[in-house]
């Protein structure tokens, strides 16, 4: 079993910066895919981005690409998401998640955060 605690959401303007963090325990994070989900009111839970076990490859969502960084410290058991140039339509709860599987689909994956809420807003 592995649980996941996701912190560092909040508040910010249009143009800010967060970093989330989702720490591991119960297993080393460093043999599961880590990935981030994200699910805003009214609307479906979405994929936002992906770390591989196997080689620290990443992924990401087009809406996010280039302003968000996935990345994870094995020695500290936590995966991290750094947004950089927030913008309203980034609000939601996110969550981190983990499993074996290697997908953009949430059903995929094992284990799951409570989430933490990121409001992006002036």
């Known amino acids: 079993q592995v649980q996941l605690v996701e912190s560092g959401g909040g508040l910010v303007q249009p143009g800010g910066s967060l970093r989330l963090s989702c720490a591991a325990s119960?297993?080393?994070?460093?043999?599961?895919?880590m990935v981030w989900f994200r699910q805003a009111p009214g609307k479906v839970r979405e994929f936002v981005a992906l770390i591989s076990w196997h080689d620290d490859s990443t992924y990401y969502a087009d809406s996010v690409k280039g302003r968000f960084t996935i990345s994870r410290d094995t020695a500290k058991n936590t995966g991290y998401l750094q947004m950089n140039s927030l913008k309203p339509e980034d609000t939601a709860v996110y969550y981190c998640?983990?499993?074996?599987?290697?997908?953009?689909?949430?059903?995929?994956?094992?284990?799951w955060g409570q989430g933490t809420q990121v409001t992006v807003s002036s």
């Open positions: 119960g297993r080393t994070i460093s043999s599961y895919n």
């Open positions: 998640a983990a499993g074996r599987s290697f997908s953009r689909v949430d059903n995929a994956y094992d284990y």
